[in-house]
């Protein structure tokens, strides 16, 4: 069974300041996808990022970037700069492969607020 | 703008009553699901659908229906609702080639008293 641990139930730092969200997961399969949603106050879940396993290059995208680390079985996201409207609830999650329906499993959240 | 609507932002409900979360979706897409979130729990899929009439358990069915007849609307159904049902409830839906990127509607506030 799949599983995904996101350790930090919340997280606060000042303006400006860089900050790690931890993702660990456990799969059996050897093909599966991860992925971040952001779900800012107005409650809509927003995807930002989808990785594949046999793709471990780390990936930025404007203050944000992920550590993909299959030894660790980690999908780490950072977020540089941090800024009061980057304050949300973010979720990792993961699909295997072998899955119909792709349905993916969610960790539990971590909620970032960013003080000004 | 393409969306996922649902129909209430709020809902107070009694103990026992047959209770309607409405979604719509204007993107024509074929997967739709239906999920509740629950603090320390993240989001637990209930239903999914990939067509018009056809439907999946998630990881918790148990009190829950579900009713797709058009392709833009998914309905959620709690025949008789009870107080471990308080919760919020997200739908979602996704294109049929690209499944896993979910786009979300605002979510439904349920709360059973």
């Known amino acids: 069974a799949q599983k995904v641990t996101q350790a930090q139930t919340e997280i606060s730092v000042v303006e400006k300041e860089d900050v790690t969200l931890d993702c660990v997961y456990e799969t059996r399969d050897t093909t599966y996808y991860l992925f971040w949603y952001k779900q800012p106050p107005s409650g809509e879940l927003v995807f930002l990022i989808r990785r594949n396993s046999f793709d471990e290059q780390n990936e930025i995208s404007g203050r944000y970037s992920w550590n993909f680390q299959k030894s660790t079985s980690s999908f780490n996201f950072t977020i540089t700069a941090s800024q009061v409207v980057d304050s949300a609830v973010y979720f990792c999650?993961?699909?295997?492969?072998?899955?119909?329906?792709?349905?993916?499993?969610f960790g539990s959240g971590t909620q970032l607020t960013v003080l000004p | 703008d393409v969306k996922v609507t649902q129909s209430s932002r709020y809902l107070v409900k009694r103990t026992g009553e047959k209770v309607f979360l409405e979604c719509v979706q204007d993107m024509d897409h074929e997967n739709m699901f239906w999920y509740r979130q629950d603090p320390g729990l993240g989001l637990r899929l209930i239903y999914f659908?990939?067509?018009?009439?056809?439907?999946e358990k998630g990881d918790i069915p148990e009190g829950y229906s579900v009713s797709r007849e058009k392709k833009e609307r998914f309905s959620l159904i709690l025949e008789s609702a009870s107080t471990n049902q308080t919760s919020m409830y997200l739908c979602?839906?996704?294109?049929?080639?690209?499944?896993?990127?979910?786009?979300f509607g605002s979510g439904t506030q349920l709360s059973v008293l």
């Open positions: 659908s990939y067509d018009v009439k056809m439907k």
């Open positions: 979602a839906s996704s294109p049929a080639g690209d499944s896993e990127k979910l786009f």
């Open positions: 999650a993961l699909s295997e492969a072998w899955s119909s329906a792709r349905q993916l499993t």
